[in-house]
């Protein structure tokens, strides 16, 4: 197949952990024989600078010719001080509202070969496999008004019907492919948003007889995503709830690093990001754990492109470099020797490799 990327590196470690995924997705090219053209733009903080703006035209451009993103992070000490329309931040907000990339899905898997990186006692943590699905283009992020004075300022949830409707469907949609269980967080002790969410909830549901649902207080959630992860499956939840739950959840992992994302829409067309930041405090120096990255672009390569085999591929390279004992900073407790960003990612490449001469 031939299929156009289009390459968002933007800030920090996301140059870093971009150039360790594409490595490995050069790799999955020529052993499936597939060409893939890798377009590059910038976005963020970079784009501030040699644009002016954190989301140029021309990168907006880039991606409507492309067949799906695949971004690293924004953002930056940098350009922290700078007013909300160039803030990199932007950026990310106005692609993903751009191209009503609504879904956003969030992985938490815990990895066999390294549960013992995790906080939480290893029993917790081994079975845990959920997915986190966050409402992505609504919310606090989005609602007017927003603006700031000297003295007071001010933010809006709003959510409308339709908006919750179609990411409800989406998480049951997925449940339906996995264990069938449904937990949908909320404030609706507090919140109208929330009150509206929880009736659409209880609407769709009836069209899923099959599927468990389970409503949820977002501060209780937080509790048991801690105290007992393995029993969720599939978590629907609103923008800003499900931004602070998922690096909540990669805590049970052991590393922000591992964790991927896609942010989707109906027809396919995908944003695929990992869940981390630029991590300004690390970049530059070879200490980015660039899985969630890699983990993102097997995501595209099965949601966007339909090549299944190809993205366990990588994963599989990934959890076998991590059985082998290998590890980026992150993940290195005491007495274990981190490889470099770019020495793990090319591990991780040359297994993608060899695992064509076996298969
Ligand atoms: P962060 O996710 O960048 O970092 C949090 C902590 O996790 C840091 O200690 C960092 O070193 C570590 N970390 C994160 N990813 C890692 C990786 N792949 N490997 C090893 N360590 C990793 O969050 P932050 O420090 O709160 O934010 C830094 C900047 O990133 C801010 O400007 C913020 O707005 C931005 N940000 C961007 C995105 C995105 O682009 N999707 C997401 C979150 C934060
Ligand atoms: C994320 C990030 C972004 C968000 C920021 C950088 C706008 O934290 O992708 O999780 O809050 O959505
Ligand atoms: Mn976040």
């Not at 970079?46 to 409507?64: Q, S």
């Not at 609103?238 to 052991?254: H, K, P, Q, R, Y």
């Not at 490449?349 to 076996?358: C, H, K, L, R």
Request: proline share 5%; charged share 25%.
């Amino acid at each position: 197949m031939e299929k156009r990327i289009a390459v968002l590196p933007g800030d920090g470690i996301g140059p870093e952990v971009i150039s360790s995924a594409v490595k490995v997705l050069e790799v999955i090219a020529r052993r499936f024989h597939h060409s893939f053209e890798f377009v590059y733009g910038s976005i963020g903080g970079a784009a501030v600078d040699a644009y002016g703006t954190p989301l140029p035209d021309e990168t907006i451009a880039l991606c409507e010719k492309s067949d799906a993103v695949l971004l690293g992070a924004v953002g930056g000490p940098k350009w922290d001080q700078n007013p909300a329309d160039t803030r990199p931040e932007k950026g990310l907000l106005a692609i993903r509202k751009h191209f009503g990339l609504f879904a956003n899905i969030r992985p938490v898997k815990a990895v066999p070969a390294i549960l013992h990186r995790s906080p939480l006692k290893e029993d917790l943590v081994k079975d845990v496999d959920l997915v986190i699905v966050r409402e992505l283009t609504g919310g606090l992020y989005f609602g007017e008004p927003s603006r700031k004075t000297h003295d007071a300022a001010v933010d809006t949830l709003v959510y409308t019907r339709v908006e919750i409707e179609r990411i409800v469907r989406s998480a049951f949609d997925l449940a339906r492919m996995r264990r069938g269980k449904v937990t949908s967080v909320d404030k609706a002790n507090v919140l109208q948003s929330s009150r509206l969410w929880r009736e659409v909830v209880e609407e769709v549901r009836a069209g899923y007889p099959d599927i468990e649902v389970e409503h949820q207080l977002v501060d209780s959630a937080a509790m048991k995503l801690i105290t007992n992860p393995a029993a969720f499956d599939v978590i629907v939840t609103e923008n800003m709830f499900g931004d602070i739950l998922s690096d909540e959840a990669s805590v049970i992992t052991g590393s922000l690093g591992l964790l991927p994302s896609a942010s989707v829409r109906t027809d396919g067309f995908g944003l695929y990001e990992p869940v981390h930041g630029s991590a300004p405090d690390v970049a530059g120096k070879g200490l980015a754990n660039p899985a969630a990255t890699m983990l993102s672009a097997a995501m595209m390569l099965r949601q966007s492109f339909g090549m299944e085999e190809e993205a366990t591929a990588i994963e599989q390279a990934v959890q076998t470099i991590y059985e082998e004992g290998h590890c980026t900073a992150d993940l290195a407790g005491s007495g274990v020797r981190p490889l470099s960003t770019e020495q793990w990612a090319a591990r991780v490449a040359e297994e993608v490799d060899i695992q064509s001469v076996s298969n």
